[in-house]
């Protein structure tokens, strides 16, 4: 019996390590990073995305999240690519990155409730194709926007 334990405790073991995350075997490496300018004025928020990929992987397709602190009005046209998935959160398609490749820059324009006199924005990666991505910290960015219209470089 003691036999046993010992295979069933190493199957659960690598079991348990191909489930967490930067640990998939095979699994293409690749650096996500999001950077731009987002600005807010009279209960309006622009906000314009460049998404890079870093390497040295490519990325067959990725979305990006952006989290709101205010909600969006409920009924506006979001660029295409671009879908609500929950009351403050909206997810966009950055399609495929190319290995050191920048995609195409992801514009979204969006009328907030009421005429907040502040919005926080977090924008992370929703989904990288199945790549591992051991630095995190460039494709979570967390922006305090002020109602003045100036622009907030992230």
Not at 21 to 31: L, T, Y
Not at 66 to 87: H, M, Y
Request: aromatic residues 4%; hydrophobic residues 45%.
């Amino acid at each position: 019996m003691r036999r046993m334990r010992v295979p069933v405790v190493g199957a659960a073991a690598l079991v348990m390590a191909a489930a967490l995350p930067g640990s998939a075997v095979g699994a293409p490496e690749a650096d996500l990073a999001y950077h731009g300018v987002v600005s807010m004025a009279g209960g309006r928020m622009d906000l314009r995305l460049t998404p890079r990929n870093y390497g040295p992987s490519a990325v067959p397709d990725a979305t990006v999240r952006l989290r709101l602190s205010v909600a969006p009005v409920n009924k506006q046209a979001l660029p295409a690519g671009c879908v609500r998935s929950g009351a403050r959160v909206m997810l966009c398609r950055v399609g495929a990155l190319a290995a050191k490749g920048v995609a195409r820059q992801i514009r979204l324009r969006v009328r907030l409730r009421g005429t907040p006199s502040e919005v926080r924005v977090e924008i992370d990666t929703a989904w990288n194709g199945g790549a591992v991505d051991r630095h995190r910290h460039n494709d979570r960015q967390r922006v305090l926007v002020l109602a003045t219209g100036d622009e907030y470089a992230f």
